[in-house]
């Protein structure tokens, strides 16, 4: 399978502990963006990454929250001190860097996160 | 900032029957993407425009870009059981960082009655 790749698929957390995720998006696409999506909503953006560079993070992204790509392969999400209002889907999608293709994005299953 | 405002919320419709959803907004955009997201899953691409006017089909699936730049259809004929599922319209903006932030609708919720 050469999708967008995201892991773990759920995961269920105490409040105030940290919380780790990974993506790997498609192989040649240089772009991953992370979004977030709650019940009844539309996924919003949070952050993006051209190669290994964080170019541009979302208002949504507090200070609570950091993400990484290292090698300009895989990425991860961190959180920090969950809390009750950070349960949501977090969804990764990836798209290439040309043309007019660099507008489609390609999403992974998502990780559902529920904080208790 | 931007918004994309879906109807109908919600449809029931009769297997068979053909299906039709659109998507507005205030602002003009470039691109249109309509999504199908399945329960527990992340959204699936389903057609992309690129041109005012333009009429793009995948199968069943017919979207059309608006000639106003500011809407945008997909319509769905002789829908099956497997076209239950929320669809959502979305439109990049350039950000000026290199990325296109996608902004989503809120969803159109489809459910076929067998």
């Known amino acids: 399978d050469t999708g967008v790749s995201q892991d773990p698929r759920h995961k269920i957390t105490k409040r105030g502990q940290n919380v780790t995720f990974r993506c790997d998006p498609i192989s040649e696409h240089n772009r991953l963006y992370w979004y977030r999506q709650t019940l009844g909503q539309g996924p919003e953006f949070l952050t993006y990454f051209q190669n290994e560079a964080q170019l541009e993070k979302s208002r949504l992204l507090s200070d609570r929250f950091s993400a990484e790509r290292p090698k300009g392969s895989f990425s991860t999400l961190e959180i920090q001190r969950t809390e009750q209002g950070d349960s949501a889907m977090y969804l990764c999608a990836s798209s290439p860097g040309q043309g007019r293709l660099n507008t489609e994005a390609f999403f992974g299953q998502g990780t559902r996160l529920t904080v208790v | 900032g931007q918004q994309l405002n879906q109807s109908p919320q919600s449809m029931f419709i009769q297997e068979g029957e053909d299906v039709s959803m659109n998507c507005t907004s205030s602002?003009?955009?470039?691109?249109w993407l309509w999504y199908k997201q399945d329960p527990g899953e992340g959204p699936v691409l389903l057609i992309a425009?690129?041109?005012?006017?333009e009429l793009t089909s995948n199968g069943r699936l017919t979207a059309q870009f608006g000639i106003t730049r500011k809407d945008s259809f997909l319509n769905i004929s002789a829908s099956i059981p497997s076209d239950v599922g929320i669809y959502f319209c979305a439109a990049p903006a350039y950000s000026g960082a290199g990325s296109y932030q996608l902004t989503f609708g809120k969803g159109t919720k489809l459910s076929v009655i067998p």
């Open positions: 602002s003009i955009f470039n691109t």
């Open positions: 425009l690129y041109k005012a006017g």
